[in-house]
Nanobody, 115 residues
Framework: QVQLVESGGGLVQPGGSLRLSCAAS????????MGWYRQPPGKERELVAM???????NYADSVKGRFTISTDSAKNTVDLQMNNLKPDDTAVYYC?????????WGQGTQVTVST
């Protein structure tokens, strides 16, 4: 059993910043991937950023230069610093963790970018 606890979503004006956090616990032996996906209204879930073993990081083109992913292997946490937010960043953001043969998702946290 794996538990993921997300925090940090909310309402922010365009150009503002938010930081999302996700903590993994439980049966996470062998965890090698942590990151974030998002699902905008009426659209499919999409990659935001993923980190693998702290050595390989993938970002969606739309967030490069604005978002930064960071992980703490000792605490099993992954954070997403989001700067210069745009209305198109509005979505439910989901934490994702990858273990050998298993993938887990968080419950999702809403990020709304609006005036």
């Amino acid at each position: 059993q794996v538990q993921l606890v997300e925090s940090g979503g909310g309402l922010v004006q365009p150009g503002g910043s938010l930081r999302l956090s996700c903590a993994a616990s439980g049966s996470i032996f062998g965890l090698y991937g942590m990151g974030w996906y998002r699902q905008p209204p009426g659209k499919e879930r999409e990659l935001v950023a993923m980190d693998y073993d702290g050595q390989s990081t993938n970002y969606a083109d739309s967030v490069k230069g604005r978002f930064t992913i960071s992980t703490d292997s000792a605490k099993n946490t992954v954070d997403l610093q989001m700067n210069n937010l745009k209305p198109d960043d509005t979505a439910v953001y989901y934490c994702k963790v990858v273990l050998p043969g298993r993938t887990y998702w968080g419950q999702g946290t809403q990020v709304t970018v609006s005036t």
